[in-house]
């Protein structure tokens, strides 16, 4: 009671030990076996006493990490914390699976402490402590016993031993004979390795022809508190006699075997004799039960002629150098009698081990690395070298290749390699070392083992910036555009990182030039003139940005040379255009015009287009005499609303002057994608709604959605039902479905209710789609109040009466506020004496004078009423969707903006603040109170 007590209270016993040298703290740790992962096993930094020998200021800099080992070691069973020092468990621990046969089970972790100057390896042995987690065992659930009628009391007859591979203490600690009849009993003898040999004992005289069968339960119970328990069903023939034991004829053997024996190679025959006859007197040979269980996978033995054999290539000497088997000679007799010897098999080591090498280098990502300016000496890496043969087969000499570094012992089976004491690096010669690392056993022959370790030099800032030039020279016409480039001077630093990032800086403060930090371009800081100065002499500095800065200087000369300055004018900075997508390339978009002051050869002006990106530039072309600009290829609005570009005026001087105006090309909508929906959406497998038969007229079951790539009306959609019209109701503007008549009269019945929506383009284009109803009497109705969509009361007529009016007022307002425009643009004009013309173009504008050309076949800006009317039947509805079926992908536009419906108000409202043209504003407003009021009319 009290282990079990200690068992589920305690789990973890900490003992700590301080053996060896100043550099190894041994640590004793144990934990108890089938803890979950992350279970606290013991705190390397408070148990090894860094606190007593590193001050304050250090301990937060320590690091903690478990080494690996080579053939993986017991280390992966656990995991440190980096900076706490707390070991955890890894894993689930299984004490018999990880120590099978070991009374004690103890694991052997190394936890190195960094960084390298205060690099210690302290040593950890973590006892794995058992849980009864194993009940016993027999091999089979039942057995057949036979016993001759004319067996005395006192006789005994073996039975099969149950198997335990928990500890000693909870392994099997009785048996127990469970029956009562007073014929039988029980009795356990404990063999030489540890194992029972369980016999029945027969207490009262048997007659077969009275009896001739019994049935007894044998139960074993280990220690564990609660105790486990095993059950072996015995069944007992009473037959009819052997009276002679085998005998061995030696009580033990020894025998000694070469690791490296081969699969099935014979290691020993023993023999014994039974003075009886017939099948009382024929012996069969085996392991028994433990021997088996513990080494029947490397072992076995002839059950005729008492050979012992290898049973498969695992001698290994490094894992077990000695196996002690205990066999049996057992007779044939119908009440058999058995012998046991013990054979101990000595494993003889060879050479056959080269020696494991693992390089730790104590960083995060493994890689090894030194500063150029480390003194000797200096830790680089941590190297583990293990051979597992014994004696000089196991004693090992380890060296490294390189001049520049050593190999620094520790302990017998530790190393660090260290920078040489001589030795001087120089990134900037070599950044990179590969070092071999070579460990040789003193076996005959010898086996070695090399690894190789790339070590990186890291910079340090030994370089300073040194320019390609002492004296740069430049060249800058008079009249200059203030920030315009000079020239650009360049230094090279070798070194890495902000050690080899170079920044300029000019050597004194001035107010003509000055220098970019990054690049080292020289910019004019304003206009140079001629007449006033024609050479510039400064002094300019490259420096790092080290934590010790180095610096050079160079001298920078700037001519300044004379030049025309009558640059081509345009008189507007800006300009708008408009067109319709899908335009046939070449289509007229609009033109511009810039003024040049010179005369002859040197005013004509030539035009040119510049853009951000190669897709704007690609998509116009502007006549080089003219200005006029036409579309190279044809636009899509949904793929893009708007081109912003730079349009470039060149006079024909030597040298030339330009003048530039920024040009915003706007493409307006037209309706050449259909909608599509995004539920029901058969593709995607969402189309399906259940409902239960008891949802009243008037509820919502769903809500149809579809999406259209296009803008304005031309995505403003209307929804309506194909079929099922009396059963089922559809609110146009949102697309929710609701219950036409009462169900409850159907158990169950699937409805594929055809849904078409229909855009407000002219002409207007639709799709369809099936939504599946499933009515079901099974589905539970939970009442949630809605109605049916598109049945208004009185409330939400007075609300639309009231929205009406609301409009119609506006509408007055608007209508207002373009007279007194009008009237206050005429007068401007006729006080300027001009006609008044506008020379931008928005997409309002287009919209209204496409409506009126003569080249179009259908409005940009017609209404849905009209659009819903050209078609009356729902057959010529559901060929439009079939034909409609493709639809065009869908891009953000270029200035970023998703929503065309936000975007293309956005542009035109945009447009207008910047040019502050009244007239455009009424142009604008009008084709907005437009789509307003067809809006209006649609509502």
Same mark, same amino acid.
């Given at each position: 009671?009290?282990r079990?007590?200690?068992?589920?209270?305690?789990?973890?016993?900490?003992?700590?030990?301080?053996?060896?040298?100043?550099n190894?703290?041994?640590?004793?740790?144990?934990?108890?076996?089938?803890?979950?992962?992350?279970?606290f096993?013991g705190? +390397?930094?408070?148990?090894?006493?860094?606190?007593s =020998?590193y001050g304050?200021a250090?301990l937060?800099?320590?690091?903690?990490?478990?080494?690996?080992?080579?053939?993986?070691?017991t280390g992966?069973?656990?995991?440190i914390?980096e900076?706490t020092?707390?070991?955890?468990t890894a894993?689930?621990?299984?004490?018999?699976s990880?120590?099978?046969?070991?009374?004690?089970?103890?694991?052997?972790?190394? +936890?190195?402490?960094?960084?390298?100057e205060y690099?210690?390896? %302290?040593?950890?042995e973590?006892?794995?402590?058992?849980?009864?987690d194993?009940?016993?065992?027999?091999?089979?659930?039942?057995?057949?016993?036979?016993?001759?009628e004319?067996? =005395?009391?006192?006789?005994?007859f073996?039975?099969?031993s149950?198997?335990?591979p928990?500890?000693?203490?909870?392994?099997?600690?009785?048996?127990e004979?469970l029956?009562?009849?007073t014929?039988f009993?029980?009795?356990?003898?404990?063999?030489?390795d540890?194992?029972?040999?369980?016999?029945?004992v027969?207490?009262?005289?048997?007659?077969?022809?009275t009896?001739?069968s019994y049935?007894?339960t044998?139960?074993?119970?280990?220690g564990?508190?609660?105790s =486990?328990?095993g059950?072996?069903?015995?069944?007992?023939?009473i037959?009819?006699?052997?009276?002679?034991?085998?005998e061995?004829?030696?009580?033990?053997?020894?025998?000694y075997?070469?690791e490296?024996?081969t699969?099935d190679?014979?290691i020993?025959?023993?023999e014994?004799?039974d003075?009886? %006859?017939?099948?009382?007197?024929k012996?069969t040979y085996?392991?028994?039960d433990?021997?088996?269980?513990? @080494?029947g996978?490397v072992?076995?033995?002839?059950?005729?002629?008492?050979?012992?054999f290898?049973?498969a290539s695992?001698?290994d000497?490094?894992?077990?150098?000695?196996?002690?088997?205990?066999?049996?000679?057992?007779d044939?007799g119908?009440?058999?009698?058995?012998?046991?010897c013990?054979?101990?098999v000595h494993?003889?080591?060879?050479n056959?081990?080269?020696?494991?090498v693992?390089i730790?280098?104590?960083t995060?990502?493994?890689v090894?690395?030194?500063s150029?300016e480390?003194?000797g000496n200096t830790?680089i890496?941590? +190297?583990?070298?293990?051979?597992?043969d014994?004696?000089?087969?196991?004693e090992?000499?380890?060296?490294v290749?390189?001049?520049?570094?050593?190999l620094?012992?520790l302990?017998?089976?530790q190393?660090?390699?260290?920078?040489s004491p001589?030795?001087?690096?120089?990134?900037?010669?070599?950044d990179r @070392?590969?070092?071999t690392?070579?460990c040789v056993d003193?076996?005959?022959?010898?086996?070695s083992?090399? $690894?190789?370790?790339t070590?990186?030099?890291?910079?340090?800032?030994?370089?300073?910036?040194?320019?390609t030039?002492?004296e740069y020279?430049?060249?800058?016409?008079?009249?200059?555009?203030?920030?315009?480039?000079?020239?650009r001077v360049?230094a090279?630093d070798?070194?890495?990182?902000?050690?080899g990032?170079?920044?300029?800086?000019?050597?004194s403060e001035?107010d003509?030039?000055?220098?970019?930090?990054?690049?080292g371009?020289?910019?004019?800081?304003v *206009?140079l003139d001629?007449e006033?100065?024609r050479e510039v002499s400064?002094?300019i500095?490259a420096?790092?940005?080290?934590?010790?800065?180095?610096?050079?200087?160079?001298?920078?000369?700037?001519t300044?040379?004379?030049?025309?300055?009558k640059?081509?004018?345009?008189? $507007?900075s800006?300009?708008?255009?408009?067109?319709f997508?899908?335009?046939?390339?070449?289509t007229?978009?609009?033109?511009i015009?810039?003024v040049?002051?010179?005369?002859l050869?040197?005013?004509?002006?030539?035009?040119?287009l510049?853009?951000?990106?190669?897709?704007?530039l690609?998509?116009?072309?502007?006549d080089?005499?003219?200005?006029?600009i036409?579309?190279r290829?044809?636009?899509?609005r949904?793929?893009?609303?708007?081109y912003?570009l730079?349009?470039?005026?060149?006079?024909?001087?030597?040298?030339s002057l330009?003048?530039?105006?920024?040009?915003?090309?706007?493409?307006?909508?037209?309706n050449?994608?259909?909608p599509?929906f995004?539920?029901?959406?058969?593709?995607?497998d969402?189309?399906?709604?259940?409902?239960?038969n008891? %949802?009243?007229?008037?509820h919502?079951?769903?809500?149809v959605?579809?999406?259209?790539?296009d803008?304005?009306?031309?995505?403003?959609?209307?929804?309506?039902?194909?079929? @099922?019209?009396?059963t089922?109701h559809?609110?146009?503007?949102t697309?929710?479905v609701?219950?036409?008549k009462?169900?409850e009269?159907?158990?169950?019945?699937?409805?594929?209710?055809?849904v078409?929506?229909?855009?407000?383009?002219t *002409?207007?284009?639709?799709?369809?789609?099936?939504?599946?109803?499933?009515?079901?009497?099974?589905v539970?109705?939970?009442?949630t109040?809605?109605?049916?969509?598109?049945?208004?009361?009185?409330?939400?007529?007075?609300?639309?009466?009231?929205?009406v009016a609301?409009?119609g007022?506006?509408?007055?307002?608007v209508i207002?506020?373009?007279v007194?425009a009008i009237?206050?643009?005429?007068?401007?004009d006729?006080?300027?004496?001009?006609?008044?013309?506008?020379?931008?173009?928005?997409e309002?504008q287009?919209?209204?004078?496409?409506?009126?050309?003569?080249t179009?076949?259908?409005?940009?800006?017609?209404?849905?009423k009209?659009?819903?009317?050209?078609?009356?039947?729902c057959d010529?509805?559901?060929?439009?969707?079939?034909?409609d079926?493709?639809?065009?992908?869908v891009?953000p536009?270029?200035?970023g903006?998703?929503?065309?419906?936000?975007?293309?108000?956005?542009?035109s409202?945009?447009?207008?603040?910047?040019?502050?043209?009244a007239?455009?504003?009424v142009?604008i407003?009008?084709?907005?109170?437009?789509?307003?009021?067809?809006g209006d009319?649609d $509502?």
């Amino acid at each position: 009671m009290m282990r079990g007590l200690l068992y589920t209270c305690l789990d973890i016993v900490v003992i700590v030990v301080f053996v060896g040298s100043a550099n190894v703290h041994a640590i004793k740790f144990q934990v108890t076996e089938e803890m979950s992962s992350g279970t606290f096993v013991g705190n +390397v930094f408070e148990d090894a006493g860094l606190a007593s =020998l590193y001050g304050p200021a250090i301990l937060p800099v320590l690091r903690y990490s478990i080494l690996s080992k080579p053939n993986g070691g017991t280390g992966r069973y656990f995991k440190i914390h980096e900076k706490t020092g707390v070991v955890r468990t890894a894993m689930k621990l299984d004490r018999d699976s990880i120590c099978r046969t070991k009374q004690m089970c103890v694991l052997n972790v190394d +936890v190195a402490v960094s960084p390298a100057e205060y690099f210690k390896v %302290i040593a950890v042995e973590i006892e794995v402590l058992d849980v009864n987690d194993n009940a016993p065992k027999f091999p089979q659930s039942s057995m057949k016993c036979v016993i001759p009628e004319s067996s =005395l009391p006192g006789a005994t007859f073996t039975l099969l031993s149950a198997s335990d591979p928990d500890s000693t203490a909870n392994g099997i600690q009785g048996y127990e004979l469970l029956t009562d009849l007073t014929v039988f009993g029980l009795k356990v003898l404990t063999n030489l390795d540890g194992s029972t040999d369980v016999r029945l004992v027969l207490n009262e005289q048997l007659d077969r022809e009275t009896k001739d069968s019994y049935s007894v339960t044998v139960s074993a119970r280990d220690g564990g508190q609660p105790s =486990l328990t095993g059950s072996l069903l015995v069944n007992i023939s009473i037959g009819d006699t052997n009276d002679n034991h085998p005998e061995f004829r030696n009580a033990s053997y020894h025998v000694y075997v070469f690791e490296n024996s081969t699969t099935d190679s014979v290691i020993l025959q023993v023999e014994a004799f039974d003075s009886d %006859i017939g099948e009382n007197g024929k012996l069969t040979y085996g392991l028994t039960d433990r021997t088996k269980q513990n @080494y029947g996978d490397v072992f076995g033995m002839s059950s005729s002629t008492g050979e012992i054999f290898v049973r498969a290539s695992r001698l290994d000497y490094e894992v077990d150098t000695l196996y002690q088997l205990v066999v049996y000679a057992r007779d044939m007799g119908a009440v058999s009698h058995s012998a046991y010897c013990v054979v101990i098999v000595h494993v003889v080591d060879i050479n056959d081990n080269a020696p494991s090498v693992t390089i730790n280098t104590l960083t995060p990502d493994g890689v090894a690395t030194v500063s150029e300016e480390a003194k000797g000496n200096t830790f680089i890496a941590h +190297v583990s070298a293990v051979d597992l043969d014994n004696g000089k087969n196991g004693e090992l000499t380890c060296n490294v290749d390189n001049d520049m570094f050593a190999l620094e012992k520790l302990q017998k089976t530790q190393f660090k390699i260290v920078t040489s004491p001589l030795s001087k690096l120089d990134r900037e010669q070599t950044d990179r @070392y590969v070092v071999t690392l070579t460990c040789v056993d003193r076996g005959r022959p010898a086996l070695s083992t090399s $690894q190789k370790l790339t070590i990186i030099v890291t910079d340090w800032n030994d370089e300073a910036p040194r320019f390609t030039q002492m004296e740069y020279h430049a060249t800058i016409e008079e009249n200059n555009d203030k920030d315009k480039v000079v020239i650009r001077v360049l230094a090279i630093d070798g070194d890495l990182g902000n050690n080899g990032k170079v920044e300029y800086k000019l050597g004194s403060e001035q107010d003509t030039f000055y220098v970019n930090a990054n690049t080292g371009t020289v910019y004019a800081a304003v *206009p140079l003139d001629y007449e006033t100065v024609r050479e510039v002499s400064f002094t300019i500095i490259a420096y790092d940005l080290g934590d010790q800065p180095l610096s050079s200087t160079a001298t920078v000369v700037v001519t300044v040379t004379d030049v025309n300055d009558k640059p081509p004018v345009f008189p $507007q900075s800006f300009y708008s255009f408009g067109t319709f997508e899908n335009q046939a390339v070449g289509t007229e978009i609009g033109n511009i015009l810039a003024v040049d002051g010179d005369s002859l050869v040197n005013g004509v002006v030539e035009y040119t287009l510049v853009a951000a990106d190669l897709e704007t530039l690609g998509s116009f072309a502007i006549d080089l005499r003219t200005g006029q600009i036409r579309n190279r290829r044809v636009l899509d609005r949904e793929y893009r609303s708007v081109y912003h570009l730079t349009a470039v005026a060149t006079d024909k001087e030597r040298p030339s002057l330009r003048s530039s105006a920024n040009l915003t090309i706007y493409v307006v909508d037209e309706n050449d994608n259909a909608p599509v929906f995004v539920f029901p959406n058969l593709t995607a497998d969402n189309n399906t709604v259940r409902v239960s038969n008891q %949802i009243p007229r008037g509820h919502a079951i769903a809500e149809v959605s579809a999406t259209d790539a296009d803008n304005g009306q031309n995505a403003q959609l209307r929804y309506m039902l194909l079929n @099922y019209r009396t059963t089922f109701h559809i609110d146009a503007l949102t697309g929710v479905v609701s219950i036409a008549k009462k169900l409850e009269s159907i158990r169950k019945k699937t409805y594929n209710v055809n849904v078409l929506v229909r855009d407000k383009g002219t *002409p207007p284009r639709n799709s369809t789609a099936t939504l599946e109803v499933i009515v079901d009497k099974s589905v539970v109705y939970l009442a949630t109040g809605n109605k049916i969509p598109g049945h208004a009361s009185k409330r939400s007529l007075s609300s639309n009466l009231t929205t009406v009016a609301a409009v119609g007022g506006a509408s007055l307002v608007v209508i207002i506020i373009l007279v007194v425009a009008i009237i206050i643009i005429k007068c401007s004009d006729r006080h300027q004496g001009r006609e008044p013309v506008s020379v931008y173009q928005t997409e309002a504008q287009i919209m209204l004078n496409a409506s009126n050309s003569e080249t179009r076949s259908r409005s940009v800006l017609s209404s849905d009423k009209d659009s819903i009317g050209s078609t009356n039947s729902c057959d010529k509805m559901v060929d439009e969707t079939t034909m409609d079926r493709q639809r065009k992908s869908v891009r953000p536009s270029a200035d970023g903006c998703s929503d065309d419906a936000k975007c293309g108000s956005r542009l035109s409202w945009t447009s207008l603040a910047r040019q502050q043209n009244a007239e455009q504003f009424v142009v604008i407003a009008a084709g907005v109170l437009r789509r307003r009021t067809a809006g209006d009319e649609d $509502q």
